[in-house]
T-cell receptor, first 108, second 115 residues
């Protein structure tokens, strides 16, 4: 039973472009939505997180957009850089559940 | 400054030969987790310790066990590794309490190969 569905599975973006990764959930009890970033050969690291009382949270080039009625949230990476190439996992709480992951490649 | 340290970085074992993976932390966090991550998949929680209290996930095979002798160290024991146990094993910590609200700090993982 997949509690959070993430798309796309892979994404290729040109340097300077906008990367958008989407997640959808079913359980309305979820009340915290973190995103983790994982570089090859490393463990995931918390990138940014949002609570459902706000519709958007921005940290530098990274923005989470949250749509409570649609039960969807997305990660936007503005001015994408080759150093952003990594796998991104959305997740939900209270019980931390990861999405399937999106492998992002930013071409120079 | 490494905060969650996993050793070894790569581990090769033979089918059925017990293997132990280790994790140490300098964060003094209450909670330590073990995750299994297979190629191109999300990390899957195996179990966690909240202080000395051990919590096993319902679908974690009996083949996997863990020990936490003190706050800083945690071990993952695989009693009889099968080919399907080849994966990256990630150790993580959080201050607590257990759950998704706390920021997890992951180690770099141990890549286990089973021959």
């Amino acid at each position: 039973q997949q509690q959070v569905k993430q798309s796309p599975q892979s994404l290729i973006v040109q340097k300077g472009g906008i990367s958008i990764i989407n997640c959808a959930y079913e359980n309305t009890a979820f009340d915290y939505f973190p995103w983790y970033q994982q570089f090859p050969g490393k463990g995931p690291a918390l990138l940014i997180a949002i609570r459902p009382d706000v519709s958007e949270k921005k940290e530098g080039r990274f923005t989470i957009s949250f749509n409570k009625s649609a039960k969807q949230f997305s990660l936007h990476i503005m001015d994408s850089q080759p150093g952003d190439s990594a796998t991104y996992f959305c997740a939900t709480a209270p019980r931390l559940t990861f999405g399937e992951g999106t492998q992002l490649t930013v071409n120079p | 400054d490494a905060m969650v340290i996993q050793n070894p970085r790569y581990q090769v074992t033979q089918f059925g030969k017990p293997v132990t993976l280790s994790c140490s932390q300098t964060l003094n966090h209450n909670v330590m987790y073990w995750y299994q991550q297979k190629s191109s998949q999300a990390p899957k929680l195996l179990f966690h310790y909240y202080d000395k209290d051990f919590n096993n996930e319902a679908d974690t095979p009996d083949n996997f066990q863990s020990r936490r002798p003190n706050t800083s160290f945690c071990f993952l024991d695989i009693r009889s590794p099968g080919l399907g146990d080849a994966a990256m094993y990630l150790c993580a910590t959080s201050r607590g309490p257990v759950g998704g609200y706390e920021k997890l700090f992951f180690g770099s993982g141990t890549q286990l190969s089973v021959l």
